[in-house]
C-alpha cells in the first residue's frame, strides 16, 4: 500500500503532465491561429494586388501656374493618359467616361495602348471605346515600345495624331500659340533636333509656352540639353507597380530607373510621370494605382 507522501508526489506528477499538455495545446492552438491569420493576410494581400489595385483608378489633379501661358490659354484642361496595355474592356469603359465628364480641352496619350496581338473584337471595342474621347484642341499621342503598326492604325483610326520626333503649334482664341513636342522613345536614335526644329525656324518665339510629351521618361534629361520646356509628361515607368514605405520600386523598367514618378521639378520644367492604366510584365500593383492625370494650367500673374 503507498503512502500518503507516494499518493501525493503521483497527484503532483498527473497535474504537472496535464499543466504540460494544456500549455501544448495553448502553443499548437497559437501556431494554428498565426498560419490561419498569414494565410488570410496573404490571401487578401495577393486579391488586393491582382483584383482591386490594378482596376480602381484614380483621377490625379492638379493646378500649375505658368508665367508665359498666353492669356487665350488661361483655364486650360489637360488630360494624361498612359500605358493602357488594353485587356479589360470594363476598366476601359470607365476611363473614357472619366475623362469624357471633366471636358478636357487637349488629350494626350504618352504610349503604350497595346501589349498583345488583339482579336477582331477586341480591337472593335477598343477603337469603339476610344473614338468617343473628345478634347477640342487636339487628341496626341506618342508611341511606347509595345506600340507596333496596329497600335498606331487603332490611334490614328480613333483621332490621335502621333507626334514621332516632332511638333505642333496648337492655338486657342487667340494668335498666340503653344507648342506640343512628342518624342519618339519606342526606338533609337532620337531625332531631337528633329522634335525641338520649333527654335530653329526664322522667327521663331523663344519664350513660347512648351510641353514635351515622351514615353519612357529618363529621356528628359537629354531633352532637356536641347531646349529647356515649361511642361513636360511622360509614362512606362508605372511607378514601379509594387511600392513600399522606404523601399525602393518593385519593378524598374529601361529608361524609367532615374525618374519613376510621379513628380520632379527639373530647373524650370514640371514633370509628372503618369502611372499608366494597365500592367505589363507582372498583373499587379501596391500603392502605385493606375491613374490619369488631370492638369488644370493657369496664367501667373
Not at 74 to 80: P, T
Not at 105 to 115: N, P, R
Not at 213 to 225: F, Q, R, V
Not at 240 to 263: C, M, N, T
Amino acid at each position: 500500500m503507498k503512502s500518503r507522501e507516494e499518493l501525493n508526489q503521483e497527484k503532483q506528477e498527473e497535474i504537472i503532465k496535464e499543466q504540460r499538455r494544456e500549455a501544448q495545446k495553448k502553443v499548437v492552438k497559437r501556431i494554428v491561429k498565426i498560419f490561419l491569420f498569414l494565410f488570410v493576410f496573404v490571401f487578401l494581400v495577393c486579391f488586393y494586388i491582382t483584383k482591386i489595385g490594378t482596376v480602381h483608378f484614380i483621377v490625379q489633379e492638379e493646378t500649375l501656374s505658368f508665367e508665359n501661358l498666353p492669356e487665350s490659354f488661361d483655364g486650360l484642361k489637360v488630360i494624361q493618359f498612359s500605358d493602357l496595355h488594353y485587356e479589360d474592356q470594363n476598366l476601359l469603359k470607365k476611363v473614357v467616361a472619366a475623362i469624357n465628364q471633366r471636358h478636357p480641352d487637349l488629350l494626350l496619350f504618352t504610349g503604350d495602348l497595346v501589349s498583345d496581338d488583339l482579336t477582331t473584337e477586341d480591337r472593335s471595342v477598343l477603337v469603339e471605346e476610344l473614338k468617343k474621347l473628345d478634347a477640342p484642341l487636339g487628341k496626341y499621342a506618342v508611341l511606347g515600345e509595345e506600340d507596333q503598326e496596329e497600335a498606331k492604325s487603332i490611334l490614328v483610326d480613333c483621332g490621335f495624331s502621333i507626334l514621332a520626333d516632332n511638333y505642333e503649334l496648337i492655338y486657342r482664341n487667340g494668335l498666340d500659340p503653344i507648342l506640343l513636342i512628342g518624342l519618339d522613345t519606342s526606338k533609337e536614335p532620337i531625332n531631337y533636333s528633329q522634335a525641338f526644329q520649333y527654335y530653329s525656324i526664322d522667327g521663331h518665339d523663344e519664350n513660347i509656352f512648351s510641353i514635351l510629351m515622351l514615353h519612357k521618361p529618363d529621356y528628359i534629361d537629354e531633352a532637356l540639353t536641347n531646349h529647356s520646356v515649361n511642361f513636360a509628361l511622360a509614362g512606362h515607368s508605372h511607378l514601379g507597380q509594387v511600392r513600399l514605405p522606404l523601399l525602393p520600386p518593385f519593378v524598374k523598367k529601361d529608361h524609367a530607373e532615374k525618374y519613376i514618378g510621379p513628380y520632379y521639378e527639373i530647373n524650370n520644367t514640371k514633370f509628372y510621370v503618369s502611372s499608366g492604366i494597365g500592367t505589363s510584365d507582372y498583373p499587379y500593383r501596391f500603392m502605385a494605382r493606375p491613374s490619369i492625370n488631370f492638369f488644370r494650367l493657369t496664367k501667373k500673374t
